[in-house]
Structures are given as C-alpha cells and as structure tokens.
C-alpha cells in the first residue's frame, strides 16, 4: 500500500475532526464571509450568499451565538463584521456585544441577500463582500472548512480545485472507497500517534461541551433537550451487571447534548 493512500486517511481525519463552535453550515458561510471581509477595504455595505441546497436547509434554524436571530443571511453578517477567518469553523469565537449590534444593523437595513442554487450540489457556499472601495467574493466547496476560490474586483486571488494526492476533483473519501476494506482497516494500523492524540483532544472538547450542557451550565439548551427527548437531566448510573445497556443510552445523551450546545 502507498504512502500516498495513507496521506489521504491523514487528510480526511484531520478535515472530518475540526473543532466547531457551531452548525458546520452556518459556520462555513460566517467563515466565508470573514475571509471576503479580509480582503475588502472598508466596512461592509452589502453582502451576497450563494449556496447549495443543502447548505441552506442545514443553515436556516440552528442557533448562533450572542443573537436569538437564525439564518444563512445571520451567519453571514456576523462572519463579514468580525468572524476570525484564522479559527476555522471557530470563526465566530472572538464575537462581542457591539459585533452582533452592527451585524443585526445590516441585517435590519435587508443589505445582505441570500440565494440558493438548484443546480449546485454537496458542501457549496460562496459570500460576496462589498464596501465603498471594492469587493471581494470567496467560495467554499467540497468541505465545510475548504476555500476553492477568492476573487477581488473580479481578479482571482486563489483559484483551486479540490484536489488529492494529485488527482484534481478527487477528496479523500473518494480515494478510499477505491481501496479494499482489508487494506483500510491495514491503513488505519499505520496511523500516528500524534493525529490519534489529536482527535483525541477534538473528542474531549465535544465531551466538555456535553458535560456543561448536563451539568446545567447551559440552562436553555438543557431545557430544549428536555422539551425534545423527555427527562435527560441526569446521566444513567452505572450498573455492573447492564454495563452495555447503561453506556449506550448514556452515549446517546451526551452526543445529544454535545449537538444541542452547537445548534
């Protein structure tokens, strides 16, 4: 087997276990947005959303934070006015008060647009940033962290395809559908220790998150939860004798609560 499928699994790890602070829809749009807004000179006066179908589904009504508002054309404002673009699906760690103040103020002024386009399919969105000085256009396709294109006044500033291993147009769960399941369960033998540890520290940030949502940390999303599925205030005990029955209830609700907290 090439070093080269095993460069792929590596890549697919690290692209399928980024840390998010959010929906990873409304999150790829803010980051989208927040690096047009890095490219522009000024203080954005109108904003244009393209996305695909499916994107805009998956963005219409979870929650964003520090704002009761939900949608695409939300996430987009609040990436434009102050997203980090150097944080990834985190991108809207660093909002404050006065952030979300002026993003609702475009937003109120119906300054950013949203369309949706039906013959775009799979992870697609692309942000047009416009200030009284110039404009910037950015596009993310194939994964939700993944920038394909970046235009300034109409000039490409990067331009790529999606592209593995020297295949352009192939991601990294492509490759490895072509594989045998005997060679991918060998390749997952040869992974490294440090991209093990790695999503390692992904995983317990995700079970951080569910244990503040079960501890009452976040009151609201703990409420939601019960209003949803029932009573899941507290963790099933541990009994020696249904240690199976026990764990996957208890899985289940902390994955719940882990999702709840981002939504």
Not at 36 to 56: D, F, N, Y
Not at 193 to 202: P, T, W
Not at 233 to 257: E, F, K, S, Y
């Amino acid at each position: 087997m090439s070093n080269m499928t095993g460069d792929v699994l590596i890549q697919l790890v690290r692209q399928e276990a980024q840390i998010a602070t959010l929906c990873t829809e409304p999150a790829m749009i803010a980051l989208a947005a927040a690096n047009a807004r890095q490219k522009v000179q000024g203080v954005p006066i109108a904003i244009g959303v393209r996305l695909s179908p499916g994107v805009l589904k998956n963005s219409l009504t979870v929650g964003l934070p520090y704002t009761d508002r939900t949608g695409p054309e939300v996430a987009a404002a609040l990436g434009a006015m102050a997203g980090a673009p150097d944080l990834g699906l985190q991108v809207l760690a660093r909002l404050v008060e006065d952030d979300v103040a002026m993003a609702h103020a475009m937003l109120d002024q119906e300054c950013v647009c949203v369309t949706c386009d039906p013959d775009i399919t799979g992870v697609y969105a692309s942000v047009e940033v416009k200030t009284e000085h110039n404009v910037a256009c950015v596009t993310i396709a194939g994964n939700h962290a993944a920038v394909e294109s970046i235009y300034v006044d109409g000039e490409p500033v990067m331009e790529t395809k999606e592209e593995c291993n020297g295949r352009p147009g192939h991601s990294p769960i492509t490759i490895l559908t072509e594989i045998s399941f005997d060679e991918l369960l060998d390749l997952v033998h040869t992974v490294p220790d440090s991209l093990v540890c790695e999503a390692m520290e992904h995983s317990q940030s995700a079970m951080d998150l569910a244990l503040q949502v079960m501890n009452g940390d976040c009151p609201d999303v703990l409420l939601g939860m019960k209003q949803a599925f029932g009573e899941v205030g507290r963790l099933p005990r541990n009994h020696d004798d249904d240690w199976l029955l026990w764990q996957i209830p208890r899985t289940r609700v902390l994955v719940a609560a882990a999702v709840a907290a981002r939504m």
